[in-house]
């Protein structure tokens, strides 16, 4: 070759791909490729290969491999003919291994010249017509390898997908096992005459979905022949299956095809080779593990006698679709995945692409779950292949559709990637290449030819991300333990099954109940689908409470305000206790149902990690006072500020009641005086915002952003204290100051104003709890101004106040408004509340005077004193006067009494021994479940109350909320007049002094 010319073709060869043109050089201006040294037609389909290096190499070997004449023709065909062209040196460019068998074996090559219709997709039949001359091991390879080669140059053309080149390979080795078993026979005709053998497909095999270098996993079952002993029929069976396994496992001078592997027969490698279909059945109706049967998911009959395989899969199958109520079924295959996990090695795990986190396995896994949980109801999702199994459980509403896609592609990816890396050398391996030249053949051979090595990478690990994301969110998924749990025909109702089964779990109407049913799971839609799935479990649920018909109701109204929003059932599908959370809220009562209804959307808080976590005060006001801004009128900014309330009204509501029941992910809170302080925190903090907000609309609607004289609200009472229940008004003082240069009249004009206008907006029409201001508290009560400046407070409590407004202002504190005039205002009081030297002796009567008036003249008429959580013996008001006449004695002296809330004053009173620390502890527990009764009253009424119900249900529901199961009603009252009686004998003694 002439320096110019070899200049040339060096650049001409690199531009082509090649990583050594050097070599290529060489190899070019060899005597075998003279006939086609120059052919460009030739350089560009090598160029177009995955390593055209690899390529040439092995295309020189197997030109030289041909006599002359047989060579040239060869190469003739192979620049004229662009199909050949493209399958065989796609084949060389990707496969060292059948670059080696064809120049072995240089005719084979004509396996890729004809391009026929039967030829692009053959089935087993094809692949046994390729094997058929094949009489002995050594042959059988090499007809093995012909047909591999045929399926190889398909797959790496594009003309046939990686899903369609698996089930090639899956008719491949069946049809290889029937030849292997067929030599088998013919060298021991007197055991193929005692008895009937079938082979089982198992694994990827029997899924349709083999690898190109893979253990082929089997199963086999025999029978004696007519009246033959069956001793000596399973012997013959066994040297048969033998026979068979070597033939296919060992490494002749055509090398191996691939292990044959029976170890997922029963009791493994220790077991009977050979059984009878009765010595299978026993064992798996007796002995078999949760892992035996999801392997036999995939089992297939493949060769042998197919009429005894199709019994053994008869025979099987309900035992597979019955696997999943077996105790503990989910958790076990669960913990199976995470086993697997855990036995790769440290040095690996990084570079599994099968079993490492994010792999094939993650997606199989999941899938076979989904399958042996919904399948037991569903006959169509009982497909041994992963991806028709996939799209099933999408179509069927079991996976999201989306994330159906994003698995399917990935897995699609994946499966592409594995079969490229054993097509090089026809190894067994799942390991992704570290080294430079096996990742850029790989990601040529992908597809990926600009920047190869790193569009590999990117494109595995982000794929492997999406699969362990949606393997975490579908594989853990809580709904799949609770449908495993239900019992045989539960998991899919008919009509029949769900009026059995609505009248063992308790449902007071079962007919009405059935309607909902019908209403929302008939027809075939999707949503009717994933609702199908959905209620079996949620009416367990439903049952688990005082009013199950009630919680149905709920979620029919709830889904029928959703049903057209594509996220609701998603989430209650995929996303945690979401479902479990409903349910619970649902079946609990009035208010939750009630909020949940007129914002349908804030369901979507049940399924967010941190959705029934409370918003922030800061937050919420932010919030308010946006949606206030945004509006045109003042009605309009309080009913977006009422929006955000009732939205966080049921945050709040949801989490109080999960936390008190618990779910199977969240079990229920140990400290009621947690679930206590957070409520009363949240409420507290929405009233604030929401009064902030109604603050700012009315003064935007007549003075825009600036009111003539400064305003702050000042929180009295359980507002105060943070201590708001849910039906609790919010106890207030007005307070203002001129701006410089606005007259004191203006000024008391526009305050009066500002609190009309706020009070009118709060008090519009609407179907959420009310948010009532009272403003009782204020110096001379309803006979006062409703607003003052602080001088004019001043005043009135330097010459006015009496003992129970120094008493009520201990639990004063800034709410809304101007904060430095409410500290101010805060500044002005605190002598009053916090006496200096403590309460005088007149002092201290008088509040155990208005204490004793108050027990007998505010307790309603015919109420039950050992049961009124506000006013009756023990109750919140018997605590609090205790804990307020402790601050008021000492407060001066111990700074840590200076809290408006109860619990906290009380605590401080106990550390610093002004109280005896059992006492204290009593008045503690009898303030927390008074407070408690008060809100499950609410929440099960959905309007405020001071006594338990009398209503029988609703007294149930209340105790439930308080932790009392069925039948326990009678102890729910028992233990509170037990709490607070002894609270009462503290209060004696402390309050009243003994």
């Known amino acids: 070759m002439t320096p110019g010319r070899r200049s040339s073709t060096f650049s001409r060869l690199l531009r082509h791909g090649f990583t050594d043109p050097s070599a290529a050089e060489r190899l070019l201006d060899l005597p075998a490729m003279s006939a086609v040294r120059g052919d460009p037609v030739l350089l560009d389909a090598l160029g177009a290969t995955a390593d055209p290096d690899l390529a040439l190499r092995s295309l020189v070997r197997i030109a030289e491999a041909h006599e ?30 059948l670059g080696d068998h064809l120049a072995r074996h240089p005719h084979d090559w004509q396996a890729l010249y004809t391009y026929e219709s039967t030829d692009l997709h053959p089935g087993v039949a094809e692949f046994e017509r390729g094997l058929a001359d094949a009489d002995d091991a050594v042959a059988l390879r090499v007809s093995y390898r012909r047909c591999l080669l045929a399926i190889a140059a398909r797959d790496v053309c594009g003309t046939t997908d990686v899903a369609q080149a698996a089930a090639e390979l899956a008719d491949l080795a069946t049809a290889t096992l029937r030849a292997a078993l067929a030599i088998a026979r013919a060298a021991a005709p007197e055991d193929a005459a005692l008895c009937r053998l079938a082979v089982i497909a198992m694994g990827k095999c029997g899924g349709h979905e083999l690898n190109y270098v893979s253990d082929v996993d089997v199963i086999f079952v025999g029978e004696p022949v007519g009246g033959a002993d069956e001793a000596k029929a399973l012997q013959a069976a066994t040297r048969l299956a033998s026979h068979l396994m070597r033939i296919c496992s060992e490494t002749t001078v055509e090398g191996t095809i691939w292990p044959v592997d029976a170890n997922l027969r029963p009791e493994g490698r220790n077991g009977p080779l050979v059984r009878t279909l009765s010595s299978h059945l026993a064992y798996y109706q007796r002995w078999a593990k949760t892992w035996e049967f999801q392997a036999l998911l995939k089992a297939r009959a493949v060769a042998g006698d197919l009429t005894l395989g199709e019994e053994y899969i008869q025979a099987v199958s309900p035992l597979v679709w019955q696997a999943a109520e077996r105790e503990n079924f989910v958790p076990d295959v669960q913990k199976m995945r995470r086993r697997v996990v855990d036995n790769i090695p440290a040095a690996e795990i990084e570079r599994e692409l099968k079993l490492g986190p994010g792999g094939l396995r993650d997606v199989e896994f999941a899938v076979q779950l989904l399958q042996l949980v919904h399948g037991r109801s ?42 490229r890396i054993q097509l090089y050398r026809l190894r067994r391996t799942h390991l992704v290449p570290d080294q430079e030249a096996d990742l850029r053949r790989l990601g040529r051979s992908l597809g990926l030819r600009t920047d190869p090595v790193p569009a590999v990478n990117r494109e595995w690990r982000r794929h492997a991300s999406v699969v362990r994301r949606l393997h975490e969110k579908i594989f853990y998924r809580p709904l799949l333990d609770a449908v495993a749990q239900l019992g045989p025909g539960e998991a899919r109702l ?10 063992a779990l308790g449902y007071a109407d079962p007919v009405t109940a059935l309607r909902h049913l019908e209403a929302l799971s008939s027809g075939v839609s999707r949503k009717a689908a994933i609702q199908r799935t959905l209620l079996p479990v949620l009416l367990g649920w439903f049952a688990d409470s005082a009013d199950p018909d009630a919680g149905l109701l709920g979620f029919r109204k ?43 959307e804030a369901v979507a808080i049940l399924g967010d990690p941190g959705g029934l976590t409370p918003r ?26 009422r929006g955000v309330r009732r939205r966080e009204l049921f945050r709040t509501a949801a989490a109080d009641l999960i936390g008190s029941y618990g779910t199977e992910d969240s079990p229920a809170e140990a400290d009621p005086g947690a679930l206590v302080d957070r409520t009363g925190t949240a409420v507290t903090d929405l009233t604030a915002a929401t009064i902030a907000g109604a603050l700012r609309a009315a003064v935007r609607a007549e003075w825009g952003d600036t009111l003539p004289t400064r305003f702050a609200v000042i929180g009295m009472g359980r507002f105060g204290g943070g201590e708001l229940g849910y039906g609790s008004d919010a106890d207030v003082l007005f307070v203002h100051e001129p701006r410089e240069g606005v007259g004191e009249q203006e000024a008391a004009r526009a305050a009066n104003t500002v609190v009309a206008e706020m009070r009118r907006l709060l008090q519009l029409p609407t179907a959420d709890p009310p948010l009532l201001i009272d403003a009782d508290l204020r110096p001379e009560g309803k006979s006062g101004p ?14 006015w106040s009496l003992v129970w407004e120094s008493q009520a202002l201990l639990r004063a504190r800034p709410m809304a408004g101007d904060r430095d005039l409410a500290d101010r205002f805060i500044a002005l009081v605190d002598p009053l509340r916090y006496p200096e030297r403590g309460l005088g002796e007149d002092a201290e009567r008088e509040i155990r005077r208005l204490k004793a008036r108050m027990e007998s003249e505010r307790l309603p008429r015919g109420a039950d004193p050992t049961l009124h959580a506000k006013l009756g013996r023990g109750g919140l008001s018997d605590v609090e006067w205790t804990v307020q006449l402790l ?34 502890a009593v008045l503690d527990e009898a303030w927390v479940l008074a407070t408690r009764v008060r809100a499950g009253v609410m929440l099960v009424r959905g309007r405020a109350g001071d006594t338990f119900p009398s209503d029988g249900r609703e007294l149930a529901a209340v105790g439930r909320y308080l932790g009392y199961g ?19 004998a503290v209060v004696e003694e402390v309050f009243y002094g003994g």
């Open 494 to 503: 008919s009509a029949k099954a769900a009026g059995q089964r609505l009248e």
């Open 558 to 600: 709830v889904s029928d305000a959703l049903g057209q929003t594509p996220w609701y059932l998603r989430l209650l599908r995929d996303e945690g206790a979401a479902a479990e959370n409903l349910a619970r809220v649902l079946s609990a009562g009035r208010l939750a149902p009630d909020l949940l209804l007129r914002a349908p």
């Open 378 to 419: 569903d006959a169509g999702l009982r497909s041994g292949t992963t991806l028709d199994a996939l799209q099933a459980l999408a179509s069927g509403g079991y996976v999201g559709r989306a994330d159906a896609a994003q698995l399917d592609d990935a897995y699609r990816f994946l499966r592409a990637m594995e079969h």
């Open 68 to 97: 002359e004449g047989e060579r040239r023709r060869f190469l003739d065909t192979l620049v004229t003919a662009k199909p050949l062209r493209d399958r065989l040196l796609g084949v060389l460019g990707a496969s060292e291994a």
């Open 887 to 920: 601050q008021m004695r000492h407060a001066w002296s111990v700074p840590e009494l200076r809290t408006t809330g109860t619990r906290q004053a009380l605590a401080a009173a106990r550390d610093a021994g002004l109280i005896d620390a059992d006492d204290a």
């Open 616 to 641: 922030g005060r800061e937050h919420l006001e932010q919030e308010v006072l946006a949606a206030v801004g945004r509006a045109d009128t003042a009605e309009a900014a309080v009913a977006a500020a």
């Open 966 to 984: 069925p039948g326990h009603v009678g102890d729910m009252l028992d233990d509170y007049r037990r709490v607070t009686r002894r609270a009462r």
């Open 786 to 799: 409703l607003v003052r400046t602080l001088p004019s407070y001043e005043a009135y409590y330097r010459r």
